[in-house]
């Protein structure tokens, strides 16, 4: 029985979305060095996620569409000046700077795993680059593996922003963001 004060916001693609992708991205940062069949699936799951993604954030629901959350950037600083403030308005789905955070990890993860990759095709001539790397030099192992890392860590302090932006969030506005994006449902009142 639902909570007649709660409303739906995130669908079932959303909620499913965002806790596999969670989980792939810690799977391929426990087995970087150690499991490379776990790391490279790992890696083939984010893509196939977040290809999904770009495509839902156009044709999904209400709040999984990039134009419910999308705003131009003089509102996102705006928006985190606010919270800086404690004045920041609640949204029901995503925030101007959580909007922001979703664009950018969808813009980063595709970038960490594609490099991912180029790594695995030039170290093991396996993978779908393989055949890109069959006249590359030697020298190309190391940046190929630097490019990786730095995106990887990238990425790390981007999860860390958007785990320390929820938490702020739900703070401030006196509810529980993670519950929300795992039964789907958020107080209908601010």
């Given at each position: 029985?639902?909570?007649?004060?709660?409303?739906?916001?995130?669908?079932?693609?959303?909620?499913?979305?965002?806790?596999?992708?969670?989980?792939?991205?810690?799977?391929?940062?426990?087995?970087?060095?150690?499991?490379?069949?776990?790391?490279?699936w790992a890696g083939y799951t984010v893509l196939g996620l977040?290809?999904?993604?770009?495509?839902?954030?156009?044709?999904?629901?209400?709040?999984?569409?990039?134009?419910?959350?999308?705003?131009?950037?003089?509102?996102?600083?705006?928006?985190?000046?606010?919270?800086?403030?404690?004045?920041?308005?609640?949204?029901?789905?995503?925030?101007?700077?959580?909007?922001?955070?979703?664009?950018?990890?969808?813009?980063?993860?595709?970038?960490?795993?594609?490099?991912?990759?180029?790594?695995?095709?030039?170290?093991?001539?396996?993978?779908?680059?393989?055949?890109?790397?069959?006249?590359?030099?030697?020298?190309?192992?190391?940046?190929?593996?630097?490019?990786?890392?730095?995106?990887?860590?990238?990425?790390?302090?981007?999860?860390?922003?958007?785990?320390?932006?929820?938490?702020?969030?739900?703070?401030?506005?006196?509810?529980?963001?993670?519950?929300?994006?795992?039964?789907?449902?958020?107080?209908?009142?601010?």
């Open positions: 029985m639902s909570n007649t004060n709660e409303i739906r916001v995130w669908d079932p693609l959303i909620r499913v979305f965002h806790w596999t992708l969670a989980l792939a991205v810690l799977v391929a940062l426990i087995t970087e060095d150690d499991l490379l069949w776990a790391h490279t977040v290809a999904a993604r770009w495509v839902w954030g156009f044709i999904g629901s209400e709040h999984a569409r990039f134009s419910d959350f999308v705003r131009p950037p003089h509102e996102t600083l705006a928006y985190l000046g606010d919270v800086a403030a404690f004045r920041a308005r609640r949204y029901l789905g995503h925030n101007p700077a959580g909007g922001a955070m979703v664009v950018a990890m969808l813009l980063l993860l595709p970038l960490v795993a594609l490099s991912g990759m180029a790594v695995y095709g030039y170290l093991e001539f396996s993978g779908p680059l393989a055949g890109l790397f069959n006249a590359s030099p030697d020298s190309w192992s190391s940046v190929l593996k630097e490019i990786h890392e730095l995106l990887a860590d990238l990425l790390l302090v981007l999860v860390g922003l958007h785990l320390a932006g929820v938490a702020i969030a739900s703070l401030q506005h006196r509810e529980n963001l993670v519950r929300s994006l795992w039964t789907g449902r958020k107080s209908k009142h601010e």
